[in-house]
Structures are given as structure tokens and as C-alpha cells.
């Protein structure tokens, strides 16, 4: 070691403790202190403690349980400067090189024996006012604190952030929540209407079916009555036997017919694709995912356009974005098996119809891009190269592979194609295709691909 400090440890025989008993310490023996006293500011072994208990019971003792709490005898720490981290009750008097740390006896007995770099602090600190690093010290102590500041402050305001953040998609919650509220109670209003129209057609063709029945008991009975009135005139009783005749194959006629109808009883059958809906929505745990937005882009505004033509077919459905030189932009409508062009104010200038369905485009050089295109079941893998010039598509030439063309991406000459297994990678020719990487574990491994700047 670098200097002798046997006059200051202890004996290589007796144990060495964090806090030694102050009368025992006083009578030259080497006891382990088990309490402090707050009062008298001094260490006690249990054996002293029950006779300092005895003398002193309003004192406040502390035991070891609460060893974090002891403080510094007078005259062993002079202040929480010099206080040891590891070992409180010491002082720190020696510096280890090895490690560039400050020690107590305690420390340099137990972790830094085998160190060779063991000094007195006093040695150490010698001229240590003129050194340059001790007096850029208060600038570093200033500089540091303001980092703290700063960061405080950025904590706080993003504290803030998130606190307006919760609000923000607590209302978008709600919203979300007002609008399925909304398209249920109209389902529910339109059931219901259509409900109380049929009860009303079904309940206005009963009335009429009980009225024309109590119309018919009612002319029975007065036809039989005014019989019963004419036994002594055989005309008048003709009279009213034809006509009773008729009354009642009319009535039978109508009570055959009602017979032949069946009950009506109305039933409520849930529509398959609300049924589908409900399912959905119970196998839901939330309404959506909550998600960390810090990257680098910020949404400045957001603006809707009409991506559609008269000519389409079906919904546009947009697979894939380029931006061209010009700040044109290319959308690859999926469904309708068309490329289409949008001018700087996001107007369809121009479109161009592909075979089958296409997947993405990316920016080759110039007005330049490529297109792929792709159809499993008529085993179609193509990749079609397209020019931009005065707000025309117009397409220039195509590359037809032997693997599916997923999406594609493009760097310094060189075309990388995402099969959905493996990535392929070709020169703008076309020509030189190998397979940079393959995993067979899934479907869908290799679905997509991207090259950074710096390739």
C-alpha cells in the first residue's frame, strides 16, 4: 500500500464494527454497539444499555432497527461531509486509487484489502486548490444544477402533456361511445317503426274481420226472426227461407276463408350482421389501444380528399403512397386495379389501369416509380415501371417474377422486393435477382421492406 496506517486501524485481532460502545470504547475494550442514545449522543451494547436504561429511563434509545437514524458521536464525524455512505458511524479518511473511491477503516478492511492504491485523504489533497478541474467545479455544480432544472421542467410540462392527453381521449372516447349510441337508438327507433306498422295493418285487418262477423250473427239473427214471424204464410216463409239459404253459404264461404288463414304472431329475428357486429364487440376488451406518440413526426393538420372516380367500381381501397419530385402523388387503388395520379392540391389528374390488383409503389429516380402487382391465383408476380411528364402516367415497361411481389422499395439502383417469406433484391435492369433472406415459419414473414438512407 501506499502508506502505513497501523496506528489507526484496529489490532489485527479484534473485530472490526461499524459502531463500537462508548463505555466500552472508555475502558479499552471492543464491544459492538446494539443502541444509540438520542440524549447522551452515545453508543451502548446491550450490556451497558440495561444499566443506562436503569439510570435514564426518559431517554430516547434507538436499537438497531432504526441504525439509519444514529447520529455522529462529537469528535468522530465533524459533519455529513465527511460521513461515510457505506458506514456512517465513520468518517471517511482514506482514498482507494484503484477505485476512486473515498473509504473508511471499515470499507478498506472489508471491500478494498486486496487494493495496492490505498492513500490518506490528507496526502491526496494536497494543492488541490490550484488544481484547474477544483476550480471549474462551482461552474459544474452550476452547469449540472441547471440541467436539473431543465429537466424538471420538461418532466413537469410533459406531465401536463399527459395529463391533457387523458382528457383529449377521454373525449374521443365518449365521442366514439355517443356515436354507437346514436346508430343504435336509430336501429332501435327504425325497428320499433316498422314494428308498429305491421301491428297496426294486422290489428286493422282483425277489426275488420270481428265487425263483418258480428254484421253476419246480426243479419242471421234478424233474418230468423222475421221467419219465425211468418208460419201462417207459406210465401213469406219461402221469402225468408232463400234468403237464409243465401246468408248462410255467404257466411260459410267467409268463415272458410278466415278458417284457412293462419294466426298471426309476430317474432323478433336479430339481423346475421348485427349478430356478427355483437360477437365482435364482446370479444373486444377495449375500445382501442392506447399508445405512445413521442417520434419524430408531429400531425400539423389533417385534411380529407376524395380519392374516388365515376369509373370505379368499387370502394377505393389505397395499398400503397409515392410523393414524386414534382409533389405529385401516386395512390395504388387496390380494389379497382388502378394507379391514379393527384396534382399538388390533391386533384386526380390522371390514372392508369393495371391487369390485377397492385400492392405498392416507390420512387425509383426522377419522375420515375415502380409498381407491384400481384395475383396468386392467376400466378401473376409483376413489377411495372412507370414515367410522370406533364401529369400523364404513362407506363414504360414491366418485370415479371417468379415469386410473389408483395411490396417493394428502391436504393441506388438497386430494387428489394418483399415476397411475403423472403426478400429479394434485383438491379434497376432487372437482372442480377437473388434472395437476401428467407423465413418459411408463417405466411406473412417477410411482408414488407424499407431501406434507410445510408442503405
Not at 449522543?41 to 440495561?50: F, G, I, M, P, V
Not at 337508438?185 to 275488420?208: G, P, R, S, Y
Not at 425509383?364 to 401529369?391: Q, T, Y
Not at 415497361?397 to 422486393?417: D, E, F, K, P, W
Amino acid at each position: 500500500m501506499a502508506f502505513n496506517v497501523d496506528s489507526s486501524l484496529h489490532k489485527a485481532s479484534d473485530p472490526i464494527h461499524e459502531y463500537t460502545c462508548s463505555p466500552c470504547e472508555d475502558d479499552g475494550l471492543n464491544s459492538e454497539a446494539q443502541n444509540f442514545c438520542v440524549d447522551c449522543l452515545k453508543y451502548y451494547c446491550s450490556r451497558c444499555e440495561s444499566k443506562h436504561g436503569g439510570l435514564f429511563k426518559r431517554h430516547k434509545v434507538l436499537d438497531r432497527k432504526d441504525v439509519k437514524k444514529w447520529a455522529a458521536v462529537p469528535g468522530t464525524v465533524v459533519d455529513d461531509l465527511e460521513r461515510c455512505e457505506h458506514h456512517p458511524g465513520k468518517a471517511v479518511e482514506l482514498f482507494c486509487g484503484d477505485h476512486q473511491k473515498l473509504c473508511c477503516h471499515i470499507c478498506v478492511s472489508v471491500v478494498h484489502r486486496q487494493c495496492s492504491l490505498i492513500q490518506h485523504i490528507p496526502d491526496v489533497a494536497k494543492g488541490i486548490d490550484d488544481k484547474p478541474e477544483f476550480k471549474r467545479l462551482p461552474q459544474q455544480i452550476a452547469d449540472i444544477q441547471l440541467q436539473i432544472k431543465k429537466l424538471q421542467e420538461s418532466r413537469e410540462k410533459n406531465q401536463q402533456c399527459i395529463r391533457d392527453s387523458r382528457a383529449q381521449i377521454l373525449l374521443e372516447i365518449r365521442a366514439l361511445r355517443r356515436k354507437i349510441d346514436q346508430a343504435l337508438d336509430q336501429l332501435e327507433q327504425n325497428t320499433i317503426k316498422e314494428l308498429d306498422v305491421m301491428v297496426a295493418t294486422f290489428e286493422e285487418q282483425m277489426k275488420k274481420d270481428i265487425a263483418q262477423s258480428a254484421q253476419l250473427s246480426k243479419d242471421i239473427k234478424s233474418l230468423a226472426d222475421s221467419m219465425a214471424k211468418t208460419k201462417t204464410n207459406n210465401s213469406l216463409a219461402y221469402v225468408g227461407y232463400s234468403r237464409c239459404q243465401e246468408l248462410i253459404t255467404e257466411t260459410k264461404a267467409i268463415l272458410e276463408d278466415n278458417t284457412s288463414k293462419q294466426e298471426v304472431e309476430l317474432a323478433f329475428v336479430l339481423h346475421t350482421g348485427l349478430n356478427h357486429i355483437i360477437n365482435s364487440l364482446m370479444s373486444l376488451e377495449r375500445f382501442g389501444e392506447i399508445t405512445n406518440t413521442s417520434h419524430v413526426f408531429n400531425v400539423e393538420n389533417v385534411k380529407q380528399f376524395n380519392a374516388a372516380l365515376t369509373i370505379d367500381k368499387r370502394i377505393s381501397n389505397i395499398s400503397g403512397i409515392c410523393e414524386l419530385l414534382s409533389g405529385e402523388l401516386v395512390l395504388v387503388d387496390n380494389y379497382n386495379c388502378r394507379i391514379k395520379l393527384l396534382n399538388q392540391s390533391y386533384q386526380i389528374v390522371d390514372h392508369c389501369d393495371v391487369p390485377t390488383h397492385p400492392q405498392n409503389a416507390c420512387h425509383i429516380a426522377g419522375n420515375e416509380l415502380a409498381v407491384s402487382v400481384n395475383f396468386n391465383d392467376k400466378n401473376r408476380h409483376e413489377v411495372r415501371f412507370f414515367n410522370v411528364r406533364d401529369s400523364k402516367l404513362q407506363q414504360t415497361r414491366q418485370l415479371t417474377c417468379c415469386h410473389r411481389v408483395q411490396n417493394i422499395a428502391h436504393h441506388s439502383g438497386r430494387l428489394y422486393i418483399a415476397s411475403g417469406t423472403a426478400l429479394y433484391a434485383y438491379d434497376k435492369a432487372g437482372n442480377q435477382g437473388r434472395k437476401l433472406f428467407e423465413d418459411e415459419s408463417d405466411t406473412y414473414t417477410v411482408y414488407d421492406c424499407a431501406v434507410s438512407s445510408d442503405g
